[in-house]
């Protein structure tokens, strides 16, 4: 049974920092990736990582968001610095086996930006 839970969420300061994780069970994932939804918004792609590493982020949140993983311990990491409210959304962890496999969510983190 594939699981993906993730944690670290939590309302922090602009200019501020959290560290978002995402532990897996169950599979080992070519591609891992982080997606994010506002209220009243499309859930958007954040950031990609294939099983060597190799990455992909939304232009909103380059130079300021690094995704990545361990594949020994089954984790997948989102480091964010320099929060804006603008990044204040619900952050989903998604895994997916191969191109043409499975693709598996986890429940969401909540990220707050504010004063």
């Known amino acids: 049974q594939v699981q993906l839970v993730e944690s670290g969420g939590g309302l922090v300061q602009p200019g501020g920092s959290l560290r978002l994780s995402c532990a897996t069970s169950g599979s080992v994932f070519s591609i891992m990736a982080w997606y994010r939804q506002a209220p009243g918004k499309q859930r958007q792609l954040v950031a990609t990582?294939?099983?060597?590493?190799?990455?992909n982020y939304a232009d909103s949140v380059k130079g300021r968001f690094t995704i990545s993983r361990d594949n020994a311990e089954g984790t997948m990491y989102l480091q964010m610095n320099n929060l804006k409210p603008e990044d204040t959304a619900v952050y989903y962890c998604y895994a997916r086996t191969s191109s043409d496999g499975q693709g598996f969510w986890g429940q969401g983190t909540q990220v707050t930006v504010s004063s």
């Open positions: 990582i294939s099983r060597t590493s190799l990455t």
